[in-house]
């Protein structure tokens, strides 16, 4: 399986402010995703990111609130825009083999907005 | 709509004790079924899954799970507890036909393990 590296492990922002989110995978994967985790909850798929194409967001996550970059098979960032706390979470990101049976995740971004 | 629910949000079992963690999924077709333990503040460790054939799969640290389509079943198991498998359990799935990389997620069952 994939490994991925994902920093930072944690930030506390500012009110306002955006906190970029990077994934860096040590294997060309086919599909990456993000997730987020808030406190005490399970996970929730933001966004499937492709490599040379529009990320794909779910039902209650968009764009420019999350902006997502994919410039190649082994990278991609997420951007957490104009923070609140209640963006106050964990997020993950994810990458899948190709046959889409292992998926492997990212040791997490813990973030606190205040 | 397709769901995974996890029996229990909280589980607490002795050291040495037998370990299950319930799992069950909404679909009459069956999806590729996964458990994850998450440690405290750190990621996601995918501890095994199912895809295809045998339904009694073994993971790591000593856990299996068996897929039981009659019961939409993908129970997790641990003969005897350890301190260190104090943690966050999630079970997810995978339906056919939706999105590729939908990792539907249950709730979470939180496992304590006392001395």
């Known amino acids: 399986s994939a490994v991925i590296s994902q920093k930072p492990s944690r930030d506390i922002c500012q009110r306002g402010t955006s906190l970029t989110i990077q994934c860096q995978v040590d294997?060309?994967?086919?599909?990456m995703f993000w997730y987020r985790q808030q406190p005490g909850q399970s996970l929730t798929l933001i966004a499937t990111?492709?490599?040379?194409?529009?990320?794909?967001?779910e039902s209650g996550f968009v764009i420019d609130k999350f902006p997502i970059s994919r410039p190649n098979l082994t990278f991609s960032t997420l951007t957490v825009s104009n923070m609140s706390p209640e963006d106050s979470s964990i997020y993950l990101c994810?990458?899948?083999?190709?046959?889409?049976?292992?998926?492997?995740f990212g040791s997490g971004t813990r973030l606190t907005v205040v | 709509a397709q769901s995974v629910t996890q029996l229990g949000s909280h589980v607490s079992v002795s050291e040495g004790a037998l370990v299950l963690l319930r799992c069950n999924y909404s679909?009459?077709?069956?999806?590729?079924l996964f458990w994850y333990v998450q440690y405290p503040n750190q990621g996601l460790q995918l501890l095994l899954k199912?895809?295809?054939?045998?339904?009694l799969v073994k993971g790591i640290n000593g856990f299996e799970a068996e897929f039981k389509k009659s019961e939409t079943s993908f129970h997790l198991t641990k003969p005897s507890a350890h301190m260190s498998d104090a943690a966050e359990y999630f079970c997810?799935?995978?339906?056919?036909?939706?999105?590729?990389?939908?990792?539907?997620f249950g709730k979470g069952t939180k496992l304590s393990v006392k001395p």
């Open positions: 679909s009459s077709v069956p999806p590729y």
């Open positions: 294997s060309q994967v086919t599909m």
């Open positions: 994810s990458a899948s083999d190709s046959r889409g049976y292992g998926y492997t």
């Open positions: 199912y895809t295809t054939g045998a339904t």
């Open positions: 990111a492709n490599q040379g194409s529009e990320a794909t967001y």
């Open positions: 997810a799935v995978i339906y056919y036909g939706g999105s590729q990389g939908n990792l539907i």
